[in-house]
């Protein structure tokens, strides 16, 4: 008996708050199986905010939504649902889709995933020796000495797996890996073993592509000109083969495009170390080669995967306190006397910049001199506060500012009302022992399954990935002899990714053509780097070659601090980085602009 046939594994949601149509889209062509990505870190602390007002919540709530739309259609095709829409209350979620298949007439079987829970344990760990040290800086968490809110470790696949093979039909997971919403289903209708390393890797890829929806054809995609069907993009579906090849492609008739550029960018997407770890294996991002295989296809090939580490990470979120934003409109001239004017008058209204915690003033320049138009001549004086204190960062803060209305300088107008704190987090990334995480599955039946970690069983062969091109092998090196320049933006020549990391980021970029990655790889140092992002000129870089994709990846340490909800950065996300880093002019060799 051959390979079985490819298991085509279709997303139908990014994040939490994606496009809710997307599910019953997604059952307009032939798929095997649904997933649907809803958690991010900072979705982790929204979903903590959610069920501290009601302990029931705690879950992706839009998931039901998309459900009722499609739970009928899935079960007569026997397409199987597995979403990490559970969050912190993966049993709830469980038991509202039973709810909603009994009321809904459909003999739904689901299953549940738990175990990745480890706040009620936070003290138990640190008492038997484990710091939960922060990965970027080192430091314990009992040194951080603010509340935990939630902290959840990465499972892997298995969980999931195990549950198809007990006939579930909906697998509902908490915190595991958003590639494990691909591992896990591949595994199981391929009958693959813990240490079919190359093939997991195979489908890491591909989960790691199709994750965050259209991403991957076409959405935030750096050429546009080759987006020609302008509509929102169709969302990707990976056929992942026996052998962990897959193709990527999306249903026929849909907007966007499929390209090995697409994919690239997916491929990029928030990753550091091209050695990507995760709890069922290690995948060899540089091993991975791309072709375009047909009409928004691409093939991915020859990905490597090596055994996986024996630590789970643990994304925790501490309650940092509360923040208030309040940006003042600058319009004409003598901007930056206004700003100093506006910021010294309201911090006296407030008491000194010292009554707060943290104090944020950011002057943030659109104007231009005898603009022709009157928003063409604004800037904007952006104020961060944040302190324990709520109401000092309240209505108070918010206030204060509006009081500059008539008192303040000409042209006084905000951009919002007066408006009360929020609420933000402190991202923690640590690692603990898989040992002291335990997975269960609760199947359909009642009964409940423990899922060893992969790092536990004994007697699972090794292999060594075998490393990508030697960069820039195959390709012709750059000229040594002086030869005609250019001054042109960098993304000219290159597309860009961009994307949080906790409080880091990263930017991955990758080049038009094998001559220009050569010329890349050698220009774009991390002191280069440095130089053209000029936010990164004192912290700290990574930077990665992944020839087989032509392109680099570079991670940007504190960029972000401390994380998505507690920065005051603009752009908390880093979502405008990679396009901000390719509007930047370089001298380049002119031959690169004509390939």
Request: include cysteine; hydrophobic fraction near 40%.
């Amino acid at each position: 008996m051959g390979p079985r046939e490819p298991v085509r594994i279709a997303n139908c949601s990014g994040f939490y708050g994606d496009r809710l149509a997307a599910a019953r889209d997604m059952l307009a062509g032939p798929i095997d199986v649904l997933t649907g990505d809803y958690l991010a870190e900072l979705t982790m602390l929204i979903l903590w905010k959610a069920r501290r007002k009601d302990p029931a919540l705690g879950y992706a709530s839009t998931f039901l939504r998309q459900m009722e739309d499609v739970l009928g259609s899935c079960l007569e095709r026997g397409v199987k649902i597995v979403a990490n829409a559970g969050g912190l209350n993966p049993q709830g979620l469980a038991a509202k889709l039973t709810e909603l298949a009994a009321r809904l007439g459909l003999p739904a079987q689901v299953a549940y995933i738990t175990g990745d829970d480890l706040a009620p344990a936070i003290g138990d760990l640190q008492a038997a020796g484990h710091e939960l040290a922060n990965l970027d800086t080192g430091q314990p968490l009992a040194k951080a000495d603010l509340p935990v809110v939630n902290a959840n470790a990465y499972l892997g696949g298995w969980g999931i797996t195990a549950a198809l093979q007990a006939g579930a039909d909906i697998v509902i997971c908490p915190r595991v890996t958003d590639a494990s919403l691909v591992t896990g289903p591949a595994a199981w209708w391929h009958g693959w073993r813990r240490d079919d390393w190359d093939a997991l890797a195979g489908a890491v890829a591909a989960g790691h592509i199709i994750e965050c929806g259209p991403q991957a054809t076409g959405g935030n995609y750096s050429f546009l000109a080759e987006v020609t069907d302008r509509r929102y993009p169709g969302f990707p579906i990976a056929e992942v083969a026996a052998d962990g090849s897959c193709v990527i492609t999306k249903h026929e008739g849909t907007g966007g495009v499929v390209s090995p550029g697409t994919v690239t960018a997916q491929l990029l997407y928030e990753i550091g170390d091209p050695a990507y770890l995760n709890p069922d294996v290690v995948a060899h991002f540089d091993t991975i080669h791309l072709e375009q295989a047909g009409t928004d296809r691409v093939a991915l090939t020859g990905t490597r995967g090596s055994p996986p580490p024996d630590t789970l990470k643990v994304a925790l979120n501490m309650l940092g306190g509360y923040r208030n934003t309040m940006t003042m409109v600058l319009t004409g001239l003598d901007i930056e006397d206004k700003a100093s004017h506006a910021t010294t008058m309201l911090f006296g209204l407030l008491g000194g910049t010292e009554t707060f915690e943290e104090a944020d003033v950011r002057l943030l320049r659109f104007d231009r001199p005898d603009a022709p138009g009157n928003e063409l001549a604004t800037a904007h004086l952006r104020i961060t506060v944040k302190d324990q204190d709520e109401k000092k960062v309240g209505r108070a803060f918010s206030d204060a500012a509006f009081q500059l209305a008539l008192g303040g300088y000409a042209g006084f107008h905000t951009t919002t009302p007066p408006t009360p704190a929020s609420a933000f987090g402190l991202y923690w990334p640590a690692l603990v022992p898989a040992g002291v995480v335990t997975q269960q599955v609760h199947l359909p039946d009642g009964t409940s399954l423990d899922i060893p970690h992969t790092c536990a069983l004994g007697g699972l062969a090794t292999a060594a990935a075998s490393p990508g091109s030697p960069a820039g092998a195959g390709h012709a090196s750059a000229a040594a002899v002086p030869e005609p320049t250019v001054q042109i933006p960098l993304g000219r020549l290159c597309g860009a990714r961009s994307g949080d990391k906790g409080g880091n980021a990263n930017v991955g970029l990758w080049a038009i053509s094998a001559p220009a990655y050569d010329w890349l790889r050698q220009f774009l140092t991390t002191e280069r780097f440095r130089e053209l992002l000029t936010e990164a000129s004192a912290l700290e870089v990574n930077r990665y070659e992944l020839p087989n994709l032509l392109a680099l990846n570079f991670v940007v340490h504190g960029i972000l601090a401390p994380g998505v909800s507690g920065t005051a950065r603009p752009d908390p996300q880093a979502k405008g980085l990679g396009e901000y880093l390719r509007s930047r002019v370089v001298t380049a060799p002119a031959r690169l602009i004509s390939m």
